[in-house]
């Protein structure tokens, strides 16, 4: 294992034995630098006379000050950069630890069980990729002005990545979902998370909705001059939704561009639905009447009821990441994917699942009745021009294996 010379770590372990254990795996596995305490509050001790370490390494069950309570003041403090949790505490404890820890903004590698083993620490700390902080939405490595952003959006420096919904049981793309980026100048590719916030704070979210919707359906107006016949899906931000003439504008453009109205969905958070519901009611029902489909995004985050849901005209149910990505091995995550795709087969949805990243959740989601699947494991984003030719490489991955026949 190369490359971790220049790493360092702190091991958070009250147990003598267990810590030098996981000291001998770093030093085996060329871990440069190393810092070690017995509990959380010996752990911010050592850290107030030391360098920030890459990561953090901690048990959960500790005297004094446990893991739980260290990792809190880690993120807020930024004492370290990335995370990996070691217990032998059941998976449910173990995901919420997880959850609270992404939350506070903190990169978690992972989360290994007792007895750590070099195998499964070599992996977690392959996942530390430096250059990958800083540019998800907690850590923001540069915050953009509204004056910036409305300047590229006037300067066409907007541009559109597109990531394919394959359905499960044919590996068929259905469609694509337009993925906002910044091509900035001198920071490069920029994340949506970076400068949406920043555009519905500052009420340039509809000037920039509208320069999407327009580059997405000349996009799509381009494939299906090409014989290619695929929805494109547009995400809506909450601000846009409450706008009252929201529906009026995606008819007009749609019209414009000559683009029949079911081939283009619009996705919604449910937190957006909810957090002005007599407007979003409105809008949402007018964008159903003139045609256009209905998603709804993250689904799984939020703590919308069935019955809330039933009174949307939704048409498609995206199963959020957090409840797809690892389901394949975490029996929790199994019986909530489970029940959420049953729930959107009741409500005649199209179910859709989010962050598919490996072969096991993908046959785990065909297997559960799940229509349709996006994520890494399908495609990454991609420039428009590049879709013919993925297509053509193939997703004979994404279908059923073939029965044995004779
Ligand atoms: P979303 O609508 O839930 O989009 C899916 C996000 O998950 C995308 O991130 C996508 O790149 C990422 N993703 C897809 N598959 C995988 C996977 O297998 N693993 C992992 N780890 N991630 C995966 P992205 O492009 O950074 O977008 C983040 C969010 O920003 C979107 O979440 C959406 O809420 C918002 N956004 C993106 N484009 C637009 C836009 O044009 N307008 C508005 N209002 N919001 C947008
Ligand atoms: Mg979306
Ligand atoms: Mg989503």
Known sequence: MGGNGDLSVMVVEDSAVQRLHALDLLANLGVGKVLEAENGRHALQVLADSERPDILLTDLEMPD??????????????????????SSRETTILSTVET?????????????QKPL???????LLGKFRPDEIGRGANEREHAFTLDEIRQAIVEKQLVLHYQPKVTTHSGVMRGVESLVRWQHPVHGLVAPANFIPIAEEGDIIDLMTDWILETALKQLRDWHARGLTISIAVNLSAKSLSTPDLADRVAAVTSRIGIEPKYLLLEITETAVMSDLALSLGTLARLRLKGF????DDFGTGFSSMQQLSRI??????????LVHGASEKPHLHVMLQSTIEMGKKLHLT???????????????????????????????????????????GTQHLRPPRPNVG
């Open 293 to 296: 489909g209905l998603s709804i």
């Open 117 to 123: 083993s070099y195998d499964n620490l070599s992996l």
């Open 100 to 112: 609270m820890a992404r939350e506070h903004g903190l990169l978690v590698l992972g989360i290994a």
């Open 65 to 86: 000050m446990d893991g739980v309570e260290l990792i809190r003041h880690i993120a807020e403090k930024h004492l370290a950069r990335a995370l990996i949790v070691v």
């Open 351 to 393: 179910t859709v699942a989010e962050g598919v990243e490996n072969p096991a959740d993908w046959q785990l989601v065909r297997l559960l009745g799940c229509d349709v699947g996006q994520g890494f494991y399908v495609s990454k984003p991609m420039p428009g021009d590049s879709l013919a030719a993925w297509l053509k490489q």
């Open 313 to 322: 005209p939704f048409t498609e149910l995206k199963i959020d990441r957090s």
